[in-house]
């Protein structure tokens, strides 16, 4: 025993490092799963509302984000517009981050090509717009005048999948992707308040406590929270994916941190001298 305390504590720290980052690493490459994840009745709530939507509604998809949050966020903007497509829902994205427009618009090519979805038709993006709530209260009296041109520039007169598209009465959903202001908050109280849009929203683990009133109160329908609210939603669609993956590389590193810091201890105290009497 007095053998492994003395080699415990000997032991060069790049080891550690270098165990850490392969316990991290294992489960992203090859997805084994060390726990079950078992969704909560917010990340339900989420899918049930998707769930209930009847096929060939119209959603938008706000992804408020930018690669700063995309750990978290990304995940659940994956597995929502799978649900959507995979429902055959019709995909309209909207962003106001600036930096969200090329993640959002990866998301609905890659997709788009998985279900063999037809851009235009299917699902497109309207892409940025400055003005933040502003944006979203123009939008309510015009879509089209608020986004006279898609992401790619194609006038929205010319997109199949706009006609009949005036404003939020047409919208039968709206999913709120969310890093931050503007975000999901302010969905809520310009649109959800306004124009009684139903909505549900994915958010970052540190601020989702601040939408459980909204969800008590209705205004959401269902709420993700950081990326074992994307896990928990991903089970439910039936992809585990992206934030599975990270959720089980976070727990290997949680346990193997704390397995070496209890090691630590136990060597730490092994070379304590007994006090004299």
């Not at 890659?110 to 037809?118: I, N």
């Not at 931050?180 to 310009?190: N, R």
Request: no cysteine.
């Amino acid at each position: 025993m007095s053998d492994f305390l003395a080699w415990l504590r000997a032991l060069d720290r790049r080891w550690i490092f270098l165990a850490v980052g392969l316990l991290v690493i294992a489960p992203l490459l090859f997805g084994f799963h060390i726990a079950p994840v078992v969704p909560s009745h917010r990340a339900k709530g989420f899918y049930d509302a998707i769930e209930r939507l009847p096929e060939g509604s119209t959603v938008l998809v706000a992804g408020d984000y930018d690669p700063g949050t995309r750990a978290e966020n990304y995940p659940m903007h994956l597995a929502a517009v799978r649900h959507l497509m995979r429902r055959n829902i019709k995909v309209i994205g909207v962003e106001l981050y600036p930096a969200g427009v090329p993640i959002a618009d990866d998301v609905l090519r890659d997709l788009g090509a998985e279900f063999g979805k037809k851009l235009g038709v299917d699902y497109m993006n309207l892409g940025y717009k400055v003005g933040n709530e502003l944006v979203m209260s123009s939008m309510g009296t015009s879509i089209p005048k608020t986004f006279p041109v898609d992401s790619r520039g194609v006038p929205i007169s010319q997109i199949p999948l706009m006609k009949g598209i005036e404003n939020f009465q047409q919208i039968d959903m709206i999913v709120s992707i969310s890093a931050g202001y503007p975000g999901t908050k302010e969905w809520v109280q310009q649109v959800v308040s306004r124009f009684h849009v139903p909505m549900v929203a994915g958010v970052t683990a540190v601020s989702a406590p601040e939408y459980y009133p909204y969800l008590q109160a209705g205004q959401l329908q269902g709420l993700l929270g950081g990326m074992a609210g994307a896990a928990e939603y991903e089970v439910l669609v039936g992809k585990p994916a992206l934030a599975t993956r990270g959720m089980d590389a976070q727990s290997l590193a949680h346990v193997f941190i704390a397995f070496m810091i209890i090691l630590g201890n136990i060597a730490f105290l092994g070379q304590r001298k007994p006090a004299r009497g």
